[in-house]
């Protein structure tokens, strides 16, 4: 048994993409599939950062990153990343599957965002979520 003292350090969840709290209230839990997000871009920190554009994956039913590229299901924007979400443990490994939870209505900043959103995915998203 170790009882020895231990720190863990984390970032600050910024939310600064939110354009108001308008939408906050109801967000939507999802499954993320780790896989599909990169280390560097999505989570250089061990953490998704909030505000990533958002796909389902239509095999699984599983969230990943929006890629207008992809061919998936994650080609369609459905919404963005609430909360920041842990995928690297104390020990260095990743997760293969995280809970999270998603905007899904509301205001936001697209120069804001932790990573950018194209003309596609905003137009995706255009009757829920508005850009400010």
């Not at 720190?7 to 308008?22: A, C, K, V």
């Not at 990169?38 to 699984?60: E, V």
């Not at 590229?69 to 995928?87: E, K, N, P, S």
Request: charged share 20%; with cysteine; hydrophobic share 35%.
């Amino acid at each position: 048994m170790d009882l020895s003292l231990k720190s863990i350090s984390f970032s600050q969840d910024r939310r600064d993409w939110l354009g108001s709290e308008h939408g906050t209230d109801a967000p939507r839990s999802v499954s993320l599939d780790v896989s599909k997000f990169t280390a560097g871009t999505h989570y250089p920190d061990g953490y998704l950062k909030s505000g990533i554009p958002l796909g389902k994956i239509t095999a699984s039913g599983l969230y990943g990153p929006y890629d207008d590229a992809a061919t998936d299901g994650r080609q369609t924007c459905v919404g963005l990343l609430f909360t920041g979400v842990g995928v690297v443990d104390q020990r260095g490994r990743v997760s293969s599957t995280v809970s999270g939870s998603m905007l899904l209505h509301g205001f936001i900043r697209l120069n804001k965002l932790p990573v950018p959103l194209d003309a596609a995915g905003q137009t995706d998203i255009a009757a829920r979520i508005y850009t400010v």
